[in-house]
């Protein structure tokens, strides 16, 4: 008996494959899914280019779908790693921060100080020091009083030390700080003759994971299963596609992960 539990109702079965030389190997993949999963997994496989078959178990709510024959020679997963960098603005201390701050105008100005100070552009200014930045940021920092009419301070703890880092970080000429995210990857080698699509939809749009999967369901459960614990967003890059000497299709998709991502610039997929 199969006991089907968590986010994924389905279950790849055991793959048959065959090979000519006209085509190369190609795979029946077989998936068996609740009945109510049928419609979009297969809309997904038909834009994808596979031709498929479905086989309902009339003693269960359970069917069995075919692809008929895979329109691609191999496809390979990848999860791999992806460093860059990105401003000290961005750290999760500073941005903590900022966030404690509810009135926009306040943040920008205590950000210009802080690049005005390092600037060297109050150096004759008395008023303007360190100290009198951090007492604007604590400002910041305030809820109304239940009375409505006054501001009560939020402490944080740490402001003094964040404050501190960035001004002696960027006087040292440090802006930028490395990080690691990761890069999920689908390469397909397909015939020459292929009539399959790189899939040049949603280029830059950004899925939740839960878009994810159903833009690519032929995900890996390992690698599924490791995404489900990054959950994030993924942002589909533009995908590639060369031709080999021998006439094979080579086509290649990023999928870039953020923890969060600004919904005013990107389009989410949700």
Not at 175 to 184: N, Y
Not at 257 to 270: G, L, S, T
Request: charged share 25%; with cysteine.
């Amino acid at each position: 008996m199969i006991t089907h539990f968590g986010t994924h109702d389905f279950i790849e079965l055991p793959t048959p494959q065959t090979y000519t030389p006209a085509t190369g190997i190609t795979r029946q993949r077989r998936f068996r899914m609740l009945k109510t999963s049928v419609p979009g997994f297969t809309a997904t496989l038909t834009a994808q280019g596979y031709a498929w078959e479905v086989s309902p178990d009339e003693a269960s709510p359970f069917s069995v779908v075919t692809t008929i024959a895979s329109p691609e020679l191999t496809t390979t997963w990848t999860l791999d790693g992806n460093d860059m960098e990105k401003p000290l603005w961005m750290l999760p201390k500073v941005r903590e921060m900022f966030d404690r701050m509810p009135d926009l105008k306040k943040r920008a100005k205590i950000k210009a100080d802080i690049e005005g100070l390092v600037r060297g552009e109050y150096t004759n200014d008395a008023r303007k020091t360190v100290q009198s930045i951090k007492n604007e940021a604590l400002d910041a920092m305030s809820t109304l009083n239940p009375d409505g009419n006054s501001t009560q301070p939020i402490e944080l703890g740490n402001t003094d030390d964040i404050i501190d880092g960035i001004i002696k970080s960027l006087v040292k000429g440090v802006e930028a700080w490395p990080t690691a995210a990761f890069v999920l990857r689908k390469t397909m080698v397909l015939p020459p003759l292929t009539n399959v699509s790189p899939g040049f939809a949603n280029c830059n749009k950004v899925f939740t994971l839960a878009a994810l999967v159903r833009e690519e369901p032929m995900i890996p459960l390992n690698i599924s299963g490791e995404l489900l614990t990054l959950g994030g967003y993924w942002q589909k890059k533009t995908p590639q596609a060369s031709q080999a000497a021998d006439g094979r299709w080579t086509y290649t998709v990023e999928y870039w992960y953020a923890e969060e991502v600004d919904r005013f610039i990107y389009q989410v997929i949700e």
